[in-house]
Structure formats: C-alpha cells, structure tokens
C-alpha cells in the first residue's frame, strides 16, 4: 500500500468537508456520510456501499504494526479499490471522531435513504413499520433487532431523523448497510401496504389484543408510531387495509416502552411464532 497522506491540521479542508456529514443537509446535499470504527466500516464495504474516504487517527508506522486483522491490509485493499486513505493528528481526528467512542478510524461512505420501490423486501417474513421516528439511536437500535430477528426489513415511514444518520449507523452496528431499508412518507407507505397485501400490526397502548395474540407471521407490516405522538390517524382510517392493533401490558408507573423495545418485543414475537429454534 501507498503511505497514507497524513494531516495534521484540525481545520485542513477534508476533515472540515467530514466533520460536517454530522449534520443532515451536508448529508442530503453530498449524498455521504460518516461512518465511526472499523466494524462498521466492514459491514458497509461487505454490503457494496463506496467507501470514499478513510481516516485513521496515528501514523503510518502504527497502521503497519496494528493487530490483527491487519488494519494495513484492510486499508490496502480499500486503496486499491479507490478509497482515499489519511492518518489524522490527534486533533484533527477528534474534529472527525464520534465523541468519547474513539475506534481510531473513522470513514466517508456514500449512502442516503432510498425510496420503495428500490428496495426489494422478503413476502414471507415481517417488515417493521416506524412511523414519525424522532431518535437516531432508536432507529438504528430497531435496524439491528430486524437484523437480529431476521425480519424481512425496515420502513422508516415519514421519519424526523434520517437514516444515513452518523448516530443510526452506530446503534444499527453498521446492519442499516445490509438490511433492507426505505423511506418513504405514509401515504407512500400505505399505498405499499395495499399492493403487497400486507396486514398490518399495529402497536398501541390501547389495543385491541395482547401482542402475543395476533398473528405475526408472514407477510405482515409491524407498525410503531412516534417516541412523542404515537401513530397517525392515517392508519386507522385507510380504506381496504387489514388492520389490527395489539398492546403490551404495562403494570408500573410508565405508560409505554422505549420504541426500540417495542420493536423487539415484537420481532422476537414473531421469531417465536415462526417456530425459530436457534
């Protein structure tokens, strides 16, 4: 491998352009993102995404030396395939690095939310719904549970946060790269319900049935609303969609649970009714 071009200065014009992928319009302008440590990283040139830039906090002396898996030969051959490689002083990494989570790597990678009808989702198993998502680390926690639970992917439908969000990569563990993932407004999302014939699930806190008593199996849309306002009144009104809601009982002080448990709950609920065992 070529030695990296090192960078010393936190105000150098490539760790400026970086640092600002943090914020969602440099995202939706350039179509990047970034990326922090090395797993993820992984995960993101396993499911064929670009990988346009790689920053490594140290010298070059230290990515030669670096345990195994060798750093210096993941770096090479992302080299060869075009990806820029930088060693970063320590304050020019910090400028790029996800706060106290310091990997020593960290990564410019091209991905941005991609519409429905890109995205192909399996028919024989749930997809999770999540209307009005506010929290980036909810959704990425909910990205990793549909990848844990083999669900057949995610819609983030009308979401407040985006998807190539710094924050959903970290709490998917870089499983938003493979998971099957759109977005789409719910409009869109209840158009795609009907062409699919997908039931739909919903979870609400009055529902009509425990969550264990409805059928989770196949092609089913589970739906979830907002941490803050619950779902639309869309849902409950759309003509022609076979809905039902379930409820998780709840017998302390708190309402409701945290939105990405829910979704577990639910997916290992339909994990369990599929008749998984391992």
């Known amino acids: 491998m070529n030695e990296p071009e090192s960078i010393t200065s936190p105000a150098n014009p490539r760790v400026k352009q970086a640092a600002a992928l943090r914020d969602a319009e440099p995202r939706r302008a350039t179509g990047l993102t970034l ?38 030969d993941w770096l090479a051959r992302l080299a060869q395939r075009g990806t820029r ?39 024989d198993r749930p997809v999770l719904v999540v209307e009005g998502v506010e929290k980036p680390g909810n959704l990425g926690a909910i990205i990793r549970t549909a990848d844990a639970a083999g669900l057949g992917g995610v819609i983030a439908s009308s979401p407040r946060t985006d998807v190539a969000n710094p924050a959903v990569i970290r709490a998917s563990l870089g499983t938003v790269f493979s998971m099957p993932l759109a977005t789409a407004s719910t409009e869109e999302t209840l158009a795609w319900c009907r062409r699919q014939a997908r039931r739909v699930v919903a979870a609400t806190p009055a529902g009509q049935r425990l969550w264990h008593e409805a059928d989770l199996r196949g092609n089913v849309a589970i739906l979830l609303g907002s941490e803050a306002h619950g779902l639309s009144s869309a849902w409950a009104a759309a003509d022609g969609l076979p809905f039902e809601t379930v409820r998780l009982p709840m017998h302390g002080l708190a309402d409701s649970l945290n939105l990405s448990v829910t979704a577990a709950v639910l997916a290992y609920e339909a994990v369990r009714q599929r008749g998984a065992r391992t």
Request: proline letters at 5%; zero cysteines.
């Open 35 to 72: 990326v922090d440590g090395r797993r993820e990283l992984a995960r993101a040139e396993a499911a064929g995404a670009v990988i346009v830039e790689v920053f490594v906090a140290g010298t070059a002396d230290a990515i030669r030396t670096a345990d195994a898996p060798p750093l210096h």
């Open 85 to 123: 490689i930088a060693t970063l002083s320590d304050k020019a990494f910090d400028r790029v690095a996800f706060g106290s989570r310091n990997e020593g790597v960290v990564g410019v990678v091209r991905f941005g939310p991609r519409p429905l009808d890109e995205v192909a989702f399996a028919t």
